[in-house]
Structures are given as structure tokens and as C-alpha cells.
């Protein structure tokens, strides 16, 4: 179920949880195998991939659900599960009767909102966020059914007054789990999802997409300034010439980009959808890719476009900033199996665009990266 690759071990910084337990008022789920709590209301509306909810339940078995409580402590593929939104810190078979808590708190104002504001800006530097209300579940030395060993971890839930929203897993002392396991989250009808891939439970402490260990972060609102890159005028962007099958001059890239082995040093984009790197190119009837055998071609959506009338075509490179700490976290949250570092980012983008003869338009975004690789110390 989850890919192996080598990670190094590292105790996760003491400061990686946010306040639970007692001591804040936090309320503690019934000591009860496979149970849950009951319904909890909401301060804010929290938006999961454009569905907006106002309760939600803590699983004892380690996830969280909107529609209603779930006792399911056997993950499959998340695919499975099609009817339900499940974001799941450590989906596995957890039993709290004998040993540890599971506790939730939430909050509107105070020093728990200043550091999930912190926290989010220091790992999306691109938007600027203020925390409005906070969502927080742990489960603290918690057993595994039929297992003496007990892990902590938790999950955090942040959304601002703009409705977009982020989930933060916290991990701490975890062994390895004697039972089948999952760690993500999933839509309904699996539109999006995400499994974070480990050897085995005692990774989750010392894993990472955005450079602090045991710390996993992902952006759930699901708009689409969520997964564009930054383009336009306000990104100081290049903008393709209003023309029929037109293209960009011969753009230089501040650095080389090696596409299956051949080396660029330039590259075209092209008014219909796609980049080219010997020459522009104005073809607007794509075939199979392998009827162009003498052109290396990307193309986020090939057809015929008409930007005469309306939308921009625009492009940009950078070479740091906040777009190569994006493109960083994006890459290692995509293939945790590798170390990357981004040190090059090429976006271009086709933004409100016509096909040609049609009234409608469309939005395709193509970010391209040259990264090198820090063979040493993968986390700091």
C-alpha cells in the first residue's frame, strides 16, 4: 500500500504541536474501541475542496468526518470509500481504552490563531493569510489495538475570513504499526486525493513537504489560486502578441532545462497550447504525439486558440523568491521519494482564452522546473 524510500530519522522539534489536553480545555473523546465523538458545531465553516461544512466528528481510529461519525479502522485505497470526504492523520486500528487521550479544541481568536497564521505563512509564502479560526485534534499516546505501543499525533485544521483552508498533520513518537495503516485525505468520489507515502508508520516522525520533520501541510479549499502558480501583470509577466496560431519570441532561460536527456537553452510558447524548443510552431490540429517524431513537445492542452478578442497568454521565469519555495514543497509533497530543491521555475499561462470560433474560454496553467539536489542532510 505505501512506497518505500529512505528517510532520514530525526526527533520531531518540540514546538511541532500546537496546545491540547487539559490544561487548555480541550473536550476528550469516550474511552471506547473504534468509537468517536459526537457531533461537533463548528465556530467557522470550514471549506474542503469547494464543500463547505459546519460539524464534523474525531475518529477514534485516527480520522475526521463531516456527514457522520465512522468506526472504520481498515484502511483500503481511499478510492474506496467514494462517498465520503475523510481527512485521515493516521488511519489505523487504535484502541484508547487502556491507555492515552483523543481530545479536540477549536478557536477563534487568541495565540492559537497567531500561530497557524505563522505557521501558513511560512510554508505558502506566496499568499498572505491570517488565521480566523483554528481547528485542533489530538491523539496522545494513544495504543494500537492489541499493542502496548503508543503514538501521538494530530491534526490541524486552519481556514481565514477568504474561506481558503489548510490541514496540518503534527507527528510525534510513533512505532511501527502491526496493522495496516494510511495517512491523506480523500474526496468524495476520490476527486482529490492524497496518501502520504512511508515504509511504515515510525516515518510519518521524520517525513516532510515543507521542510520541518514530522510536519506534513496541505492547502484544501480547492480554488484554483490553490494550484496556479502566480501570473499576470501582478507577477510581472511577459504576454504573448494577440495573434491567431502566434507565438513568443525565443525566450532565454536564466538556466538550462534537460527534457529527457536533450538540454535546452531556450523555448517557444506557443498561442495553441503547447512549447516547443527548436522553433515556434502554429499548429492547431494535434495528431498523435508520434506523427511529430522530429519535435520535442509539451503541451498542457494543444487546440485551436484564438486570443485576438479576449484573454492573455504570459510567461515568466524565476530564479528565486517565493515561487521556487513553492515549487519545492509542491515537487517533495508529489515525490517524497526524492530530495528537491527547485533552483529554476519557467510558468507559463493561458488565462481566459478563446478556441477559435467559440465563445467559451479556459484557464491551463504549465509550470516547468530545474531543480539540483542536496545529497546531504535532508532535513535541517
Not at 290 to 307: C, E, F, V
Amino acid at each position: 500500500m505505501h512506497n518505500l524510500f529512505n528517510s532520514l530519522t530525526v526527533a520531531p522539534p518540540p514546538a511541532l504541536f500546537y496546545p491540547f489536553g487539559s490544561g487548555v480545555g480541550d473536550t476528550l473523546n469516550p474511552r471506547s474501541d473504534d468509537g468517536s465523538s459526537p457531533a461537533i458545531n463548528l465556530q467557522s465553516p470550514f471549506t474542503f475542496f469547494r464543500r463547505t461544512y459546519t460539524k464534523l466528528y474525531v475518529n477514534n481510529n485516527g480520522h475526521l468526518t463531516f456527514d457522520q461519525p465512522w468506526d472504520s479502522y481498515t484502511p483500503t485505497q481511499f478510492n474506496a470509500y467514494s462517498g465520503r470526504d475523510i481527512i485521515a492523520p493516521l488511519w489505523t486500528d487504535i484502541d484508547n481504552r487502556g491507555a492515552g487521550t483523543i481530545s479536540y479544541n477549536q478557536y477563534s481568536n487568541g495565540n492559537v490563531l497567531s500561530q497557524a497564521t505563522r505557521d501558513i505563512n511560512q510554508h505558502f509564502p506566496q499568499f498572505i493569510f491570517t488565521a480566523s479560526w483554528v481547528f485542533v485534534a489530538t491523539w496522545d499516546k494513544v495504543a494500537y489495538y492489541s499493542y502496548s505501543g503508543t503514538v501521538t499525533f494530530q491534526v490541524v485544521l486552519v481556514s481565514d475570513s477568504e474561506n481558503r483552508s489548510y490541514v496540518l498533520m503534527n507527528y510525534g513518537s510513533i512505532p511501527p504499526s502491526p496493522q495496516v495503516w494510511m495517512a491523506g485525505y480523500k474526496t468524495e468520489n476520490n476527486t482529490y486525493n492524497f496518501t502520504i507515502q512511508a515504509s511504515n508508520t515510525s516515518s510519518l516522525s521524520s517525513t516532510t513537504n515543507v521542510g520541518i520533520p514530522g510536519r506534513w501541510v496541505f492547502r484544501v479549499d480547492g480554488t484554483a489560486s490553490a494550484l496556479f502558480y502566480p501570473f499576470g501583470s501582478g507577477a510581472g509577466d511577459t504576454v504573448n502578441p494577440r495573434s491567431d496560431d502566434g507565438s513568443s519570441p525565443a525566450i532565454n532561460l536564466q538556466s538550462p532545462f534537460t527534457f529527457f536527456r536533450r538540454t535546452y537553452t531556450k523555448l517557444y510558447v506557443n498561442n495553441n497550447g503547447h512549447l516547443t524548443f527548436d522553433q515556434p510552431w502554429d499548429s492547431f490540429t494535434p495528431t498523435q504525439f508520434n506523427a511529430y517524431s522530429g519535435r520535442d513537445i509539451i503541451a498542457p492542452l494543444w487546440t485551436d486558440i484564438d486570443n485576438r478578442a479576449t484573454g492573455n497568454i504570459s510567461y515568466n521565469q524565476y530564479s528565486n523568491g517565493n515561487v521556487l519555495s513553492q515549487a519545492t514543497r509542491d515537487i517533495n509533497q508529489y515525490f517524497p521519494q526524492f530530495i528537491f530543491t527547485a533552483s529554476w521555475v519557467f510558468v507559463a499561462t493561458w488565462d481566459k482564452v478563446a478556441y477559435y470560433s467559440y465563445s467559451g474560454t479556459h484557464d491551463t496553467s504549465s509550470a516547468h522546473h530545474r531543480t539540483f539536489v542536496k545529497h546531504l542532510h535532508r532535513f535541517r
